[in-house]
């Protein structure tokens, strides 16, 4: 069941901007020969381009490489990068790995849960945020450690994470 | 140019620069530093200078391993010792360039210590500080002394000597020196890195590939991300040598897509290397042939195992498989295929450049050299060190890590990561190397340790690890998949307060289960954590069963929180801010939470005043307090 509160891939595009999309998707494909090991490339650079992977460029990307569409999909689900719905256009990334955890990154997730009415890895319904936890950002010295839009916030608190989130991200 | 031109050019650069007449700043600007704000900084410092109109180089550089002094500068006045000023903030620094580059006063009271020659009163000397003293610096040797963006730098202070000299030497001559060096794989398993280089080297074949594992997945690791910012080529440099060695003419590097910048450090370090044919067709005129590509991974943990990590560059999902056939026999695309971790080829370079029996001379009889840890946690210095083998626990905590803030007690040590086990306090004078930290339970690992304190609930911890390497496994062995599902379950219901007295004994028998009849090492070692907490910790263990109380009063289905009615004024400022409600009160009235209505969110306990410090958070015993709220005591 599709849940109202978050995002889903549920857009129906007007005919042009499908257009405009397939072409972007054409452009990224031109510049790949077509072989198996290029599959992560490709989505991960069609990720870039469109926020996500929608489901007819995978369908396309298949063709492409030759591979069942099965393959494409498989490999889009089984990596944590790939994701299957728009994001939103900020996104907020909690760190939830141990250096973090042990300073209260729990905490802190949840207070950005409740200030952004969404769950992890779940979009807003108006596509303006997107929350994701990642196993390690590497900055464990800064723990607990926030990303939004790839700016890095070290030594967090709650009421740091709730002052970043009126005024940067908001 | 040859390869002798360019050292000469690189060192007279080099030189030019040492005894520059201008000022030099370097900054520390990898991604701590910047987390910490040195982009802040460097915005100041170039804004100040330009204001003053003081000449001076500003360098960025990479880390020096201070991560909690960052963000952090090293000052080279001409005629002066370079002075190094930590935790710096914008207005530190403007105070810094008026009282020392402007006039004479280096501000011994901002300053870190001084690195080289020449003394200043009341700074000490930066390698004597207590944090460094102990440590020996090999692969992480340049980190923080040079441009990483700079080749001429890396070549100036030694680098490439080691490929010229291998070069220079026969394929087997090279895999000898490394196999005496007693190098062994720095990704944690500890195997003989000669050993496995010669295993791949004898192997039929006209092709044959190497890897760089830079997948570092375990949360609460940041060494290879460090050492790739800080120094590039040397990682790249021994994996020239090892090319050679095996006789291998393409390499790839697979990093995670997390570290964007160690991405970008290398694609222009590569970029030079070609320039300077150190990469191509013909490496410094040797007829030697060695190409490079980088792959970005996709986040899977699972990857960082080698037969996974080889599946996910050929293009699929990132899923191991049975071994043998080893990668040294059949690997990428089924050929012979030597992976190894960027620290292991980190060390290849200075055992090239300085001899097997140099390296050799540190570290213990079977653990030779030294070991990266990325020191964080409950720890006052966090931070990147590089330590000889042999170096106890109690060292690296209290000497170089500074100990435990806040007056509190060490509970344990968490080596490994989820693959890793925790080392309680009394055995805290292990020494660091591959067998005694295999003894106790734990592994070596790739390099993360987290100190972990009193706060720290180890049931929390334990299930912490569990949820991780439940959602990475892979899925494709049973053992892995259903294993770790069923051991978090049975510690999510201990951390709920529904464990059952034969629980850790089940957790002991699945947790075997699991080690022997996995496919991978992910599989293989997700038990360690398990095993390990309830081996030095089973009375936390069982006080979550029995007592149903967590005495860190870490898991919220076993704590609660009460107003204190003899504390508190009646402020409602704990009432305003709570998100569900759950307080009631008035002004001057003693509040009271509603224990069915609150979600332990512990906003309260953050925002009562100290001056009252009226909330008490505690597990087990209730505490008795009104039901309704009452008017404020008030004290006669």
Not at chain 2, 382 to 394: A, D, F, K, S, W
Request: charged letters at 25%; hydrophobic letters at 35%; aromatic letters at 6%.
């Amino acid at each position: 069941m599709a849940n109202p509160s978050i995002a889903q891939d549920t857009q129906v595009l007007p005919r042009e901007q499908e257009e405009t999309n397939e072409k972007r998707l054409n452009e990224i494909l031109s510049s790949y020969q077509g072989k198996k090991e290029e599959l992560i490339p490709i989505l991960q650079q069609v990720q870039q381009a469109f926020g996500y992977l929608p489901e007819p460029m995978m369908k396309k990307i298949a063709k492409f490489l030759q591979l069942p569409e099965s393959t494409v999909f498989g490999v889009g689900t089984f990596y944590a990068q790939f994701k299957l719905v728009p994001t939103g256009r900020n996104i907020v990334r909690v760190c939830r790995g141990t250096a973090c955890h042990v300073r209260g990154s729990a905490q802190i997730l949840g207070e950005v849960e409740r200030q952004l009415g969404i769950k992890a890895g779940e979009t807003t319904p108006d596509l303006e945020y997107s929350l994701e936890t990642i196993a390690c950002f590497g900055s464990c010295a800064l723990a607990p450690v926030v990303v939004t839009n790839g700016k890095v916030h070290g030594r967090m608190t709650t009421p740091k994470a709730r002052e970043i989130l009126k005024k940067g991200a908001r | 140019m040859n390869f002798e031109e360019i050292k000469n050019q690189a060192i007279v650069q080099w030189k030019a620069l040492q005894q520059s007449e201008k000022t030099r700043i370097l900054i520390g600007m990898g991604t701590c530093g910047r987390a910490a704000g040195a982009d802040d900084i460097l915005d100041v410092l170039n804004r100040e200078l330009a204001q003053q109109h003081i000449q001076a180089d500003i360098v960025p550089v990479g880390c020096i391993g201070l991560c909690y002094a960052e963000p952090l500068i090293e000052v080279i006045k001409p005629g002066m010792p370079s002075v190094f000023y930590g935790n710096l903030t914008t207005e530190l620094i403007s105070e810094i360039i008026k009282d020392y580059l402007i006039n004479d006063n280096p501000r011994s009271d901002l300053a870190l210590g001084i690195r080289g020659e020449g003394t200043l009163e009341g700074i000490p000397n930066f390698f004597d500080l207590p944090v460094l003293k102990p440590q020996v610096r090999i692969s992480l040797r340049n980190c923080g002394n040079i441009d990483p963006e700079n080749i001429n730098h890396y070549i100036a202070n030694g680098g490439y000597e080691g490929l010229a000299k291998a070069l220079r030497m026969e394929p087997q001559e090279v895999i000898d020196e490394v196999k005496k060096s007693g190098l062994r794989g720095r990704g944690g398993a500890g195997f003989p890195t000669g050993a496995k280089w010669q295993f791949c080297h004898d192997a039929p074949g006209d092709i044959k590939y190497i890897i760089c594992n830079a997948d570092e997945g375990d949360p609460g690791a940041f060494m290879d991300r460090a050492l790739l910012e800080s120094d590039p080529h040397t990682v790249l440099e021994g994996m020239l040598i090892g090319a050679y060695g095996i006789g291998a003419s393409e390499g790839y590097i697979y990093i995670r897509a997390e570290y964007p910048l160690a991405i970008q450090r290398l694609r222009t370090a590569i970029k030079k290397m070609e320039e300077y044919g150190l990469i191509g067709d013909d490496i410094m005129g040797s007829g030697f042939r060695f190409h490079i590509k980088i792959k970005e991974g996709a986040g899977a943990f699972v990857c960082g195992e080698e037969t996974a990590l080889m599946a996910s560059i050929e293009g699929s999902r990132g899923m191991p498989r049975s071994r043998p056939p080893f990668p040294a026999q059949s690997g990428l695309w089924g050929k012979p295929t030597s992976i190894n971790n960027v620290e292991t080829w980190g060390n290849v370079s200075a055992i090239l450049a300085k001899g097997a029996e140099w390296y050799a001379g540190y570290g213990t009889e079977k653990s030779k050299g030294t070991k990266n840890f990325s020191l964080a946690g409950k720890i006052v210095r966090t931070g990147l060190i590089e330590v000889p083998m042999g170096i106890t626990l109690r060292e690296i905590v209290y000497d170089i890590g500074g100990g435990i803030p806040e007056g509190k007690r060490l509970k344990a040590v968490q080596t490994g990561g989820p693959s890793g086990g925790f080392i309680p306090e009394r055995l805290l004078d292990l020494p660091v190397d591959y067998e005694s930290l295999a003894q106790a339970g734990s592994i070596m690992g790739s390099g993360g340790m987290i100190v972990i304190d009193e706060d720290t609930c180890m049931v929390d911890i334990t299930k912490f690890f569990l949820t991780f390497t439940q959602s990475e496994s892979c899925g494709k062995c049973i053992p892995c998949r259903w294993g770790t599902k069923q051991m978090m379950d049975i510690l999510e219901d201990i951390a709920n307060g529904r464990g059952r007295p034969d629980d850790i004994e089940l957790l002991q028998e699945l947790a075997e289960s699991v080690k022997d009849g996995s496919l991978c090492g992910l599989g293989q070692t997700a038990p360690n954590p398990v095993l390990t907490s309830i081996r030095y910790f089973r009375d936390e263990y069982e006080e979550h069963i029995v007592e149903k109380r967590c005495a860190a009063l870490h898991c919220k289905a076993l704590i609660s929180y009460y107003i204190l009615p003899d504390k508190c004024e009646g402020c409602i400022i704990c009432a305003r801010n709570c998100p569900v409600q759950a307080i009631e009160g008035g002004k001057r009235m003693v509040h009271v939470i509603d224990q069915d209505k609150c979600t332990k969110c512990g906003t309260c306990l953050s925002l009562c005043p100290p001056k009252f410090n009226a909330i008490a958070k505690v597990s087990g015993e209730p505490v008795d307090v009104p039901e309704k709220p009452v008017p404020v005591i008030v004290e006669v």
